[in-house]
Structure formats: structure tokens, C-alpha cells
């Protein structure tokens, strides 16, 4: 009888901490994805539709706090400005945020010659952009954040739970400097 508490014991300490660490894992493999620039293997990792919506909303929040701060409250063609400009941003988020997205922006950086140009700092401290700094930690049971250490101003990558051990990029908080904030 105590070798069958035991071993239920111990099963159940596993399946909790498997659980527990599965988010780490779907990140290590999301980093593998990226660094072996594997598509394929990163899209496996995403949830499309919710991440569109993320940054679908993000975006248009972002535009209507700048409108209304612009004072085109009172202005009726800030508002039709406003729709069509919506519409467009809808489309550009679709094609950017969807498998074949996902694809172009790894091959990008693959071959991009601006890869380097852009961070002349780490680019002379060796491989500085491998090592990013982050933290990475739950913020509920469902989800899961990725922010770097230098706080909120550079937005973060949101997984939510599929399932127990399943995990995927389901939203970005966007950076408030590149929302417009």
C-alpha cells in the first residue's frame, strides 16, 4: 500500500512540475525556432488569429488616443480618417501576422544586410543580440509574459495555455513609444 501512495506521489509531483516548466520549454523551443531561422517551427508556436486581434487592438487604440488628442473629436473628417485608416492598418496587420508573415520575417533575417547595421553598439561587443535580456514569468495560470529587464517600455510577448502542457504566442503588448503613447 505504500508503494502505490508513493508512486502516486510521485506522479503527481511530476505532472505539476511538467506543467509548471512547460511554458519554459515552448520559449526554448521558440528561441531554437528563431536562432535556426525554422518557419515552420516558429509558426507552430503562434496563435494567429488571437495575436491579429492583439495587435489589431493595440493599433487602433493607439490611433484613436491620437486623434482625440489632436482634437479631431470635433473635426467629421477625423473620424472618416480615422475608419479608412483603420481598414488599411486591418489589412496590413492580417498580412503581416499570419503564417506567410511569419516566413518572410524570418528569411528577412536571414539575408537582411541592415541586420547588423542598425545596433553598431552590440555589433562591436560580438553576439550582444543572442543574449537578450529578459524575464520571463507567469502572470495567471493561463498566461505566460516575456518582457526585458528594462521595463515596460519595450512592450512584451504573451503565451497562452493550450491545453496543460501547450503554449502559444497568443498577444504583444506593444511598446508605448512605437503605439504612439
Known sequence: ??????????????????????????????KTAVAERNADALASH???????????TQLQTAMAGS??????????FAAMGQAIAGAMMGKMVDAMVSPAGV??????????????????????TGDARGKADYSAGYT????????SKDGEKHGALLMKRHGLWGW?????????ALAGR
Open 1 to 30: 500500500m505504500k508503494k502505490i501512495t508513493l508512486a502516486a506521489t510521485v506522479a503527481a509531483i511530476a505532472i505539476v512540475a511538467t506543467a509548471y516548466a512547460s511554458p519554459y520549454y515552448a520559449l526554448h523551443q521558440i
Open 46 to 56: 503562434v496563435d494567429f488569429p488571437a495575436l491579429r486581434d492583439s495587435v489589431k
Open 67 to 76: 486623434v482625440q488628442a489632436a482634437g479631431g473629436s470635433d473635426n467629421p
Open 103 to 124: 516566413v518572410a520575417l524570418v528569411n528577412k533575417s536571414a539575408v537582411s544586410p541592415q541586420a547588423g547595421a542598425d545596433d553598431g553598439a552590440s555589433a562591436s
Open 140 to 147: 495567471a495560470w493561463d498566461t505566460f509574459a516575456v518582457r
Open 168 to 176: 502559444k504566442l497568443s498577444a504583444i503588448e506593444i511598446a508605448p
